[in-house]
């Protein structure tokens, strides 16, 4: 789980989860702007635009950068060989 936001107050909506199934990660959001506030998802990751990620092995890590408004999501993985 991850905050897209460094401010939880100003964006209580900006929270994220993280998920494997059937070897394809997905992610989860909560959007707290709607009483009672409910999570949307799941939704695929997806590497360059086409493809959702496939082929991993590991434990899986989401970190976020300082590029992008609030921060881009970075997700971190080994790809099996």
Same mark, same amino acid.
């Given at each position: 789980?991850?905050l ?5 107050? !100003?964006h ?5 989860? =993280? !998920? $494997? =199934?059937?070897?394809?990660?997905y992610? /989860?959001?909560?959007? *707290? *702007?709607? =009483? ?6 799941? #939704?695929? /990751? =997806? ?6 990620i $496939?082929q /991993?092995?590991? @434990?899986?890590?989401l @970190?976020? *950068? @300082? ?5 881009? #999501?970075e997700?971190?993985?080994? @790809?099996a060989?």
């Amino acid at each position: 789980m991850i905050l897209r936001s460094y401010n939880w107050l !100003a964006h209580p909506e900006d929270l994220f989860l =993280i !998920a $494997r =199934i059937c070897q394809v990660f997905y992610y /989860f959001m909560i959007t *707290s *702007s709607f =009483i009672p506030a409910e999570w949307k998802g799941p #939704f695929p /990751f =997806i590497v360059q635009g086409s493809e959702p990620i $496939r082929q /991993f092995t590991g @434990i899986p890590s989401l @970190i976020q *950068s @300082i590029f992008g408004k609030n921060g881009n #999501f970075e997700l971190v993985v080994r @790809i099996a060989q």
